[in-house]
T-cell receptor, first 112, second 115 residues
Framework: AQKVTQAQTEISVVEKEDVTLDCVYETRDTTYYLFWYKQPPSGELVFLIRRNSFDEQNEISGRYSWNFQKSTSSFNFTITASQVVDSAVYFC?????????FGAGTTVTVRA | EAGVAQSPRYKIIEKRQSVAFWCNPISGHATLYWYQQILGQGPKLLIQFQNNGVVDDSQLPKDRFSAERLKGVDSTLKIQPAKLEDSAVYLCASIQGAGGYNEQFFGPGTRLTVL
């Protein structure tokens, strides 16, 4: 069975601080995909980033970066120089062939 | 390109009543999902369609929930009769293909309150 754990329930930062969101996953599959989604107050989930299980290269995309480590089953996500518009609930998710399993989410509040 | 459409956005009903939600996925997207998101939790998959066939409905409470996608385009999710614990946001999502690597596109959701 797949399981995604986001240990942080809420994070509050002041604008321009960096925010790192932790995600730990469990799966028996050798091929899987990891995602981060953002859910702003409007409610619509928005895709942010994706990683497949064979690519552990960490990347930076604008103010977003991620750290994927298979050895520790972790897929952490960082927002650099946070802005008020980054305030939202962030979900880590794990997919096998077709089914997406979400963590419980981390609420990020960025204060001006 | 239009996104995933859902209606209604909000619904308030009494327990034991019935309710239906509608979803129109992005044009050309073969796979459609319905999720239930209870306050403070991540979305939980209820049912997945590929075209008009059901791929996975293992977590759908079939004694009260039903869903259909008759023409392989839009879909309806129904609850009959509703219980208090059905209060949640019901999200619809779609993808172009069928693989787990595809990003899912989500609609705005329908917030259901059961009194």
């Amino acid at each position: 069975a797949q399981k995604v754990t986001q240990a942080q329930t809420e994070i509050s930062v002041v604008e321009k601080e960096d925010v790192t969101l932790d995600c730990v996953y469990e799966t028996r599959d050798t091929t899987y995909y990891l995602f981060w989604y953002k859910q702003p107050p409007s409610g619509e989930l928005v895709f942010l980033i994706r990683r497949n299980s064979f690519d552990e290269q960490n990347e930076i995309s604008g103010r977003y970066s991620w750290n994927f480590q298979k050895s520790t089953s972790s897929f952490n996500f960082t927002i650099t120089a946070s802005q008020v518009v980054d305030s939202a609930v962030y979900f880590c998710a794990l997919s096998d062939d077709y089914k997406l399993s979400f963590g419980a989410g981390t609420t990020v509040t960025v204060r001006a | 390109e239009a996104g995933v459409a859902q209606s209604p956005r909000y619904k308030i009903i009494e327990k034991r009543q019935s309710v239906a939600f509608w979803c129109n996925p992005i044009s050309g997207h073969a796979t459609l999902y319905w999720y239930q998101q209870i306050l403070g939790q991540g979305p939980k998959l209820l049912i997945q369609f590929q075209n008009n066939g059901v791929v996975d409905d293992s977590q759908l409470p079939k004694d009260r929930f039903s869903a259909e996608r008759l023409k392989g385009v839009d879909s309806t999710l129904k609850i009959q009769p509703a219980k208090l614990e059905d209060s949640a946001v019901y999200l619809c999502a779609s993808i172009q293909g069928a693989g787990g690597y595809n990003e899912q596109f989500f609609g705005p959701g329908t917030r259901l309150t059961v009194l």
